[in-house]
């Protein structure tokens, strides 16, 4: 299996634009998650789907930030407008519905510049 | 709100050192601690210790879970640059959906030849 996969690798872009991110988890794995990784607040929970519903939005900013899963291979994390403190590593996750499943699986992550 | 503290923040050692991270954490009704490894980019998974299998090895690395103390310890023995990264600890509890870990702020290690 590739594992997951996420993409662009890097963005720069500048403040106002919209931002896509885009992944796509293991096959077979029901959960996906989006992280924010930054120095100042670490590992952060953004969202989560589980069977492409979303279960847990909590760890979402603010309204600028937008999460979807139309299907079971395919997810993206918006932002619009984009703003300099949207700044950070974001990564996706997933992980199977059986036993042990807190085991998440990273992909490598967008590094996300905003000037 | 669950909890993760690692300690130390970072750490210098020499190839061939013995290290020891701490995690510990405030969790309602615990279910596993994970332990990751960050280099570069990604984490990657190293351990999952739950209440029926508290201690895991796998070559130089070993860690334990200790619920009375509601703490872990990652051991590294004999130390190499490639062991150079961050290490994260995380933890889940009964209460939420698996996989809605709460990390802590990782422990970032530098080998030096």
């Known amino acids: 299996d590739a594992g997951v996969i996420q993409s662009p690798r890097h963005e720069v872009t500048e403040m106002g634009q919209e931002v896509t991110l885009r992944c796509k988890p293991i096959?077979?794995?029901?959960?996906l998650f989006w992280y924010r990784q930054t120095m100042m607040r670490g590992l952060e929970l953004l969202i989560y789907f589980n069977n492409n519903v979303p279960i847990d939005d909590s760890g979402m900013p603010e309204d600028r930030f937008s999460a979807k899963m139309p299907n079971a291979s395919f997810s993206t994390l918006k932002i619009q407008p984009s703003e300099p403190r949207d700044s950070a590593v974001y990564f996706c996750?997933?992980?199977?519905?059986?036993?042990?499943?807190?085991?998440?699986?990273f992909g490598s992550g967008t590094q996300l510049s905003v000037l | 709100e669950d909890k993760v503290v690692q300690s130390p923040l970072s750490l210098v050692v020499h190839e061939g050192d013995t290290v020891t991270l701490n995690c510990s954490y405030e969790v309602t009704n615990f279910r596993s601690l994970l332990w990751y490894k960050q280099e570069k980019k990604a984490p990657t998974f190293l351990f999952m210790l739950?209440?029926?299998?508290i201690e895991k090895k796998s070559g130089r690395l070993s860690s334990i879970l200790d619920k009375k103390e509601l703490s872990s310890i990652l051991n590294i023995t004999a130390t190499q640059t490639g062991d150079s990264a961050i290490y994260l600890c995380a933890v889940g509890n009964y209460n939420t959906n698996a996989g809605k870990s709460t990390f802590g702020d990782g422990t970032t290690l530098t080998v030096k030849p």
């Open positions: 096959s077979g794995h029901d959960y």
């Open positions: 739950t209440s029926s299998g």
């Open positions: 996750a997933s992980s199977w519905q059986g036993p042990a499943n807190e085991k998440l699986f």
